[in-house]
């Protein structure tokens, strides 16, 4: 993991990347801490402790936990049947895997609402049910689960590929049961890329506004999430609480893949030893 | 010489995988993947195939072949093509360094590069905006020296490379580090210089997850809605981006419309995301022989 | 090896948790009685926060009270949240267009715009400017618009309702000016659209373009969003200029009969709208800035409404008329835009 001494060459390399980094990802985070205590740490706990925001809050973390465990099994599933098999079709599949990447948000959301809208292919049937579905929080995971579809898929995929399948192929012909393969072969090697793949998937949930402001209804405190009600207060001209809510988002996100580096740092000599196997 | 490394390398990077019917599980994963796709994006996308066929193919045609959609199209995915070459080359350049060399704060550097996914795109439009209005800390400065950022087609080319740049960096980065040392220092003891190393032997080695990424971060940025709205200007035919005319054409309640063009956005990110998928097929059947 | 396999479970464990948490948190949804969900458009917020607390107190005799729910956005993408089954029991949207799409798909009775006084237009507003203080390119009515060198800011008319009533002040003012010819009145708004650097989908990320980013000379804007943009961005930096003409904004309010007749909540969404024209809600209409009907609670605001010549939307034959022939598909507004 880590390198050698940096040469100037080298050096030069890594100011570039971090000035590279400074200006596209750095600089608008800047922005919005900047922006949120514009009028100090009072208005911006002001900001987050409004009932609204915190409704925004619950909403987007109920989602995230319902989609992200949902799209894990599918990215472990999906990343097994095409690591460790050839298969035709094979290319179609990933690309098909890959596709929601592509979709716009604004499509994500609209789908949805092609099928279970009023005047969509399901909408009379449910309305005579009475079942809601879209303007919901059903809708609002619906839209949340297809726009992270890929992540723990992608993550996992080109990782397994390169592990090969020598190792759970030995394991079965010693004799192993399928499950115990799985778990005591595959899922250790794969565990970070699992991982990553979770946590990006995380943050994606977290953060979509697209396709949700399609399918949530925007009714306040009830089917808002965080972007949606960043949104919202930014429409009011409420800028700090605007971004006080962004920096929810973003601190989040930071914890989330701290985090991450956390318990690679305090695993690396095991790490290593996997990856040199 | 380099060659046969390569080769090697290949070797060990890809093991061949050959005994097909010893793995189990195959049914059960194909099954629940598909079952998945099926229920998560097939259904819903089949809504959005079968919709703009109430037009009649030559009331999609018309749609489609408008000036304004055309140009729309060529608007978002000419920027996301550009966005996702500059983000190759910015993507490498940070992956390269984050998983090459140790300096302080690179653990923090290392998260950062996924705040693009985390930070809500209508929240990063808005504050890319802020900094690179004529009236922005970065703005000013610029709009003396006659650079206009924000409101132009180049904030456009802005934004999605904020989208894309995480994808490259995030799949570029594990091959890097998984990439053995061990042979990039062979090369090098065996008298390659630097250069010869990083052509010859770990470019190779990145290429099919280079595509990856770069095929990834195109795909994101074309379809891409939230964050361009606040720094494109959206004046039609110059900076008004595919999507936004979706949204216009919801607005008249024009769904059939509306999915025409999100039909053609979809065959058009498909079609690319394809070729760079048998591209990719194509380069790690050869790493495998 | 287990170890970190544990961690792991305790992360996820964690989440899952999390998600138990949010699951349990005390909101339920909107229908039931007492309950009623008002679909609105971007400019009300702050109007509808107030009634909606001025309402409660109204209604003295339903126990428990009355809760509304408010959801808020561009007023054509709320029409169409309700048409795909968003649940509102009435509707406050931007134009009569909008209620009209309702109507046209048996949500709301065609006749909607006579049940309630006014064209069911409880309050009112009109198109001003909003300059840059001390009005330096000397912006006084619409011809100053098309001069060169100035740059005019307004929003899509084929995403913001405001827009709409934007581009017909134009089109109006043209067409009085050269005495009914529409080709001149075509090409005004022609010359004025050139001018406009950034179009915006809604009205306040127009006002945000113009007063955050010091984008253009002029914004065009509703009378209440101007006067709103100068309490919460004009820190001073801003003025209003009213033009001799403009047009008779009226944005319609309706109760959406499906819906109600499915919640049982008729009574409650009718005391709702008919309670916006009772002296107290006019009052608070005004002090939110939009014109009031009720003349003695006008007469208490002229000082802050000013008196100007407007035409209406009857002057264009009625919003069908208008739709189609300057904003569907290809129509005029279009044909500004297609490449020469």
């Keep these: 993991m880590t390198g050698r001494r940096p040469s100037p060459g080298s050096l030069a390399l890594i100011t570039g990347a971090l000035v590279v980094l400074g200006l596209i990802v750095v600089l608008p985070l800047i922005m919005v801490f900047h922006e949120a205590f514009r009028l100090g740490a009072g208005a911006y706990i002001a900001a987050l402790k409004e009932p609204d925001a915190w409704a925004a809050m619950h ?47 604004v499509v994500s959301g609209l789908v949805w609402v092609l099928l279970f809208g009023a005047n969509g292919w399901f909408g009379p049937l449910l309305q005579d049910l009475g079942i809601r579905v879209i303007f919901n929080i059903t809708g609002v995971v619906l839209a949340t689960v297809l726009v992270t579809l890929p992540f723990v898929a992608r993550e996992l995929i080109p990782l397994m590929e390169q592990q090969g399948a020598d190792e759970e192929t030995a394991a079965i012909t010693l004799g192993a049961g399928p499950w115990t393969t799985f778990f005591r072969v595959t899922l250790p090697n794969v565990k970070w890329g699992l991982l990553y793949g979770v946590l990006l998937c995380n943050a994606r949930a977290m953060g979509e506004f697209g396709a949700v402001s399609v399918v949530s209804g925007h009714i306040r405190g009830l089917t808002n999430t965080l972007p949606l009600h960043v949104e919202i207060l930014y429409n009011e001209y409420d800028f700090v609480g605007a971004f006080a809510v962004a920096t929810v988002l973003a601190g989040l996100a930071l914890v989330t893949l701290g985090l991450k580096s956390a318990l690679e740092w305090r695993h690396a000599g095991e790490l290593a030893a996997s990856r040199r196997h | 010489m380099s060659r046969a490394l390569s080769l090697a390398v290949a070797a060990k990077a890809r093991k061949p995988w050959r005994k097909d019917s010893v793995l189990p599980g195959f049914p059960l994963a194909l099954g629940i993947t598909l079952t998945w796709l099926s229920l998560i994006f097939l259904l819903p996308l089949s809504a959005l195939l079968l919709r703009p066929w109430e037009l009649g193919l030559s009331g999609f045609w018309t749609v489609v072949t408008d000036p304004r959609v055309i140009a729309a199209l060529r608007i978002s995915f000419g920027a996301a093509a550009l966005a ?101 220092e062979a090369a090098r003891t065996l008298g390659a210089t630097p250069r010869q190393t990083a052509w010859r032997v770990v470019l190779p080695a990145l290429a099919p997850a280079l595509l990856t990424g770069v095929g990834l971060a195109f795909a994101r940025a074309a379809g891409e809605y939230g964050s361009v709205i606040f720094i494109a200007g959206n004046m039609p035919l110059r900076s008004e981006i595919a999507p936004l005319l979706i949204v216009i054409k919801l607005e008249q309640f024009d769904y059939a419309g509306a999915a025409a063009v999100g039909l053609a956005m979809l065959a058009l990110s498909f079609t690319g995301l394809l070729l760079l998928n048998s591209l990719q097929g194509a380069l790690a059947r050869r790493g495998r022989a | 090896m287990t170890m970190t396999l544990n961690r792991r479970a305790a992360l996820i464990g964690g989440l899952a948790s999390a998600g138990a948490l949010a699951a349990c948190a005390p909101r339920t949804g909107a229908a039931g009685a007492g309950a009623l969900l008002n679909v609105s458009y971007d400019p009300t917020r702050e109007f509808y926060r107030d009634y909606n607390a001025l309402f409660a107190q109204l209604q003295p005799d339903l126990a428990g009270g009355v809760r509304v729910e408010q959801s808020h956005g561009g007023s054509g993408k709320q029409a ?60 006084q009515g619409w011809d100053d618009l098309i001069r060169p060198g100035v740059e005019v800011i307004t929003p899509n008319p084929k995403t913001s309702g405001g827009a709409r009533w934007n581009y017909l002040a134009a089109w109006g003012h043209a067409l009085k000016q050269s005495g009914g010819d529409a080709a001149v009145a075509k090409s005004f708004v022609r010359a004025m659209f050139q001018r406009v650097p950034v179009l915006d989908t809604g009205a306040r990320g127009s ?47 309706a109760v959406v009969d499906a819906i109600v007749a499915r919640h049982g ?59 189609a022939e300057h904003f569907a598909d290809g129509a005029v507004f279009d044909q500004i835009y297609q490449p020469q």
């Design chain 1, 59 to 105: 909403l987007t973390m109920l989602v995230a936990a319902i989609a992200v465990p949902l799209n894990a099994v599918f990215g472990l599933a999906a990343a097994w049947a095409i690591a460790k098999f050839e298969f035709r079709g094979r290319s179609l599949l990933i690309t098909l895997i890959d596709l929601p990447f592509s979709i716009s948000p």
């Design chain 2, 84 to 184: 996702a070459t500059i983000n190759a080359g910015l993507g490498l350049l940070i992956a390269w360094v984050l998983s090459r060399y140790a300096f302080p704060g690179r653990r923090f550097v290392d998260a950062l590069v996924d705040l693009p996914f985390a930070l809500p795109t209508a929240v990063a439009g808005i504050a890319l905006t802020a900094i690179y209005a004529p009236n922005g800390p970065l703005g000013a400065p610029l709009a003396e020296l006659g650079i206009r950022i924000a409101y132009t087609p180049l904030g456009i080319l802005l934004a999605l490379i904020f989208v894309g740049l995480p994808f490259v960096v995030r799949t570029v980065q594990p091959v890097l580090e998984d990439l053995d040392r061990e042979v990039e």
């Design chain 3, 80 to 139: 169409r949240s309700v048409v795909d089954g968003l649940e509102a029991d009435v509707v406050t949207l931007a134009l009569a267009a909008d209620i009209d799409e309702l109507a046209k798909r048996g949500l709301i009775a065609s006749d909607w715009a006579s049940r309630l006084p006014d064209n069911s237009a409880p309050y009112t507003s009109t198109i001003v400017f909003l300059v840059r203080k001390g009005n330096p390119k000397a912006i």
């Design chain 3, 207 to 253: 006002t945000t373009t113009f007063a955050q980013r010091g984008i253009g000379d002029v914004l065009l804007a509703w009378e209440n969003e101007a006067f709103l943009a100068m309490h919460e961005l004009g820190a001073g930096g801003l003025d209003i200029v009213v033009p001799a003409t403009s047009i008779l904004a009226e944005p319609p309010v």
């Design chain 3, 265 to 323: 909540t008729r009574p409650l969404a009718e005391a709702y709208l008919e309670g916006l024209y009772t002296p107290e809600a006019q009052d608070l209409a005004a002090r939110h800035h939009f014109r009031p009907r009720r003349a003695e609670v006008a007469a208490r605001y002229s000082d802050k409404f000013v008196q100007l010549q407007m035409t209406t939307i009857a002057d264009f034959g009625g919003w069908a008329v208008a739709q």
